[in-house]
């Protein structure tokens, strides 16, 4: 199980942390996500870190701006936002993929097995 927490309402320049709860499973095997969604849009890929190995991809719209990162004696990954934009408005989910591999490709939905329910991130201009 996932569970997200940290989203709410800030301004457009500010900062919010993000903080995915991982439960269950041998947290080094994993693979986890964060993912957005904005009303009427595809869901899009934000970043992903191997709990392994620390390696990280971020899409490139956030890169430069958020940070993923793990602690995984917490079972937590963090998403760090600062400089937010009013087009960071979204739900945010992180995700798991129980999997050694691990490669850009997880900057999609397809290799994620598990869900978290979302948070709603909302930055006014």
């Known amino acids: 199980q996932l569970l997200e927490s940290g989203g709410g309402l800030v301004q457009a320049g500010g900062s919010l942390r993000l903080s995915c709860r991982i439960s269950?499973?041998?947290?080094?095997?994993?693979?986890i996500g964060w993912f957005r969604q904005a009303p009427g849009k595809e869901r899009e890929g934000v970043a992903c870190?191997?709990?392994?190995?620390?390696?990280?991809y971020y899409g490139d719209s956030v890169k430069g701006r958020f940070t993923i990162s793990r602690e995984n004696t917490r079972r937590t990954v963090y998403l760090q936002m600062n400089n937010l934009k009013a087009e960071d408005t979204a739900v945010y989910y992180c995700?798991?993929?129980?999997?050694?591999?691990?490669?850009?490709?997880?900057?999609?939905?397809?290799?994620?097995?598990?869900w978290g329910q979302g948070t709603q991130v909302t930055v006014s201009s």
């Open positions: 995700a798991s993929d129980f999997d050694l591999l691990f490669g850009s490709y997880h900057l999609t939905p397809d290799p994620y097995e598990t």
């Open positions: 269950g499973g041998i947290i080094n095997d994993y693979t």
């Open positions: 870190i191997n709990m392994n190995d620390r390696r990280t």
